[in-house]
Each structure stands twice: as C-alpha cells, then as structure tokens.
C-alpha cells in the first residue's frame, strides 16, 4: 500500500518530486526487488480525475482534467502506476475528502463552529463527497487482499451520499453542541487569503496547505465520485455516517487536546 505524499509544497516541481518521481521509484524498486508482489495499491485524490461539472460522479474511464498543482503531480502517479509492470496488479484509490480522528485538515471547520462562525463559499451549496477514516482504509484492505481479480481497477470510496457544504457543517454544528452563524465570503476573499498564505510561506520559507492552488479546487462547486464499482467487486460497504463520523471526530479532538 502506496499512501505516502506531499499535501503541501513550495512549488508544483516539490509536488512532483514526491508525488509522481517518487511514486515512479518505488514502482521500480518494487520491480527489482519483489517482482512477484501480487497486488499495489496506490492512494491518489478525486484532485487527479478532477472536478464534477455537472455535479454528477464522472466515470472513472473519463479524461482526467486536474485544476491544482497537486491533482497534476497524484495524476502523474497513477500515470507512473499505469505504466509500470505492475499495472495488471495494481489498484487506484482516488480518495475524497477523508475526515475522522487525527486529521487535521477538516479542525479549523470544527474550531469555527465552536466560536459560532461557519465560513461559507458559494452559499455552502457547492457539493462533495467524503468518507470516515477508517471507512477509507477498510476499503484499501479489502482491495489489498480480495481473492477476486481487482488488478488495473480504479476506486472511489464515498459513504453514499452527495453532501452540500452546510451538511457538512451542520453535521459539525451537532457534534459540537453550537450553532454557528453562517458567514458567507465571496470567492476574492478566499483568493487573497491564498495570496497571504504564500506569501507568509515564502517569507518562512515553509510549504502552506492553503494556498492559491487550493483556492483552484475550492472554486469548482463540486468534487463529486461514486463507490458502486468497489460496491459491486469487492462487497465494501461504509459503516459510518456523516453524523456519527462527525461526533467521533469531535470526540478525539477534545480528548487529544485539539479543542
């Protein structure tokens, strides 16, 4: 399993490095070393397939069409992935947003909600996917030990429900026992707010995750996949919900110390 990569960096080379030559080299390594390994599972982002222009989930087979630095350099691992000898072995998980326990990029949300602000784009009615973390991973083992041929196949684990932004928020507004005063910020005000993390990031010299790069994913109103192929081939199903996922994740941000 091949989860390893950069969510932040300096530059989209910083991204590729890692991302995508870095991907190339352990395919090669593994290559050389373990050429009768029976299955790699490499864990890309719905960023390298692209956005969902009609709102709808667009089939795997489709043209990948990145927006972002980063959607280009997962695109150029699974590219790597494809064409190496292993491709007949291998499995793509393109994941969308994961949240649960320990993962820090959906804490700021949650920090917002407990000062009673919610920051909205597009009126909270720009639509996505998500699956809990462990729905994630219990997906990439059933991928990784299936007796079943799922060789060259490509996956997208989502928990079954199209979420609109203020779902999600609401979700966390529950979880936290506040309701937060929903604080609508046009698309300029997330743009310099970009534009000012770089900057900061330059001056210190450290890669930021939110950036003007990540502004090019926010502004598309919907990152939206379907989980019926990992349904069908491999019996996965998910076993948490966004309401329960949410108070969970709450639950180990207090206790952690993260809220």
């Known amino acids: 399993m091949h989860p390893a990569g950069l ?3 300096r530059s989209e080379a910083e ?5 995508e030559q870095g991907t190339s080299n352990l395919l090669k390594a593994i290559e050389e070393r373990a050429p009768d390994l029976r299955r790699f599972v490499y864990i890309s982002s719905m960023s390298a397939h692209g956005p969902s222009p ?38 793509i998980f393109r994941m969308p947003v994961i949240y649960g326990p320990r993962d820090p990029a959906l804490l700021p949300f949650f920090k917002a909600v407990r000062l009673r602000i919610a ?19 219990s997906a990439v083992v059933a991928a990784t030990t299936a007796d079943t041929d799922a ?74 996949c379907s989980s019926t192929e990992l349904r069908e081939d491999l019996g996965w199903r998910p076993g948490v919900q966004i309401e329960e996922g949410a108070r969970l994740t709450h639950e180990w941000y207090r206790e952690a110390g993260w809220l």
Do not use: H
């Open 7 to 9: 969510i932040k960096a």
């Open 15 to 19: 991204f590729r490095a890692v991302n």
């Open 151 to 224: 060789g060259g196949r490509t996956y997208c684990p989502e928990d079954g429900i199209v979420y609109a932004w203020r779902d999600l928020l609401s979700a966390i507004e529950s979880a936290s026992g506040r309701q937060a005063l929903m604080v609508p910020i046009p698309l300029i005000g997330y743009q310099a707010a970009g534009l000012g993390s770089e900057l900061f990031g330059r001056i210190t010299g450290q890669a930021q995750v939110f950036d003007r790069d990540k502004v090019r994913e926010m502004r598309r109103r919907a990152w939206v």
């Open 54 to 91: 009609g709102g709808e989930p667009r089939p795997t087979e489709a043209e990948p069409k990145p927006v972002s630095a980063y959607g280009r350099s997962k695109l150029g691992g699974e590219t790597a992935t494809r064409a190496s000898a292993l491709a007949d072995r291998s499995v």
């Open 119 to 137: 920051p909205l784009l597009w009126g909270g009615r720009n639509r996505l996917s998500i699956i809990y973390a462990s729905d994630a991973a």
